[in-house]
């Protein structure tokens, strides 16, 4: 009875400590524009959207209220760290590329 008990217990025991020992794998999440300093580099004031687009590609973000501002968003999550993410914020006037705002946070 002893033996039986005891060896209940190191089940039981093995049994519920494999569900705190181990992480279960996750995956790394990337969303958005991918956003590279060589891609910024090539932007400079008095560009056209389409120029702009044609470097950066489509934004990800779409402001139906702020046409002339363009949203590049880009953020990245691997497995169990905290997620990154990296903006960048086109400004243009009168169609030419007037401002460069870039969170460098990745």
Not at 45 to 52: F, I, P, R
Not at 68 to 74: D, P, T
Request: contains cysteine; aromatic residues 8%; positive net charge.
């Amino acid at each position: 009875m002893k033996k039986i008990l005891l060896l209940t217990s190191i089940l039981l025991a093995f049994m519920f400590s494999g569900c705190s020992l181990f992480r279960v794998h996750k995956l790394d999440i990337e969303q958005g524009n991918v956003i590279t300093q060589e891609n910024i580099a090539q932007l400079h004031q008095g560009m056209s959207e389409a120029e702009v687009k044609s470097i950066m590609g489509n934004p990800i973000l779409i402001n139906v209220f702020t046409p002339e501002r363009l949203n590049y968003v880009y953020s990245y999550k691997k497995g169990y760290e905290k997620m990154a993410t990296q903006r960048v914020i086109l400004i243009f006037q009168r169609g030419r590329l007037q401002e460069i705002m870039n969170s460098k946070e990745i």
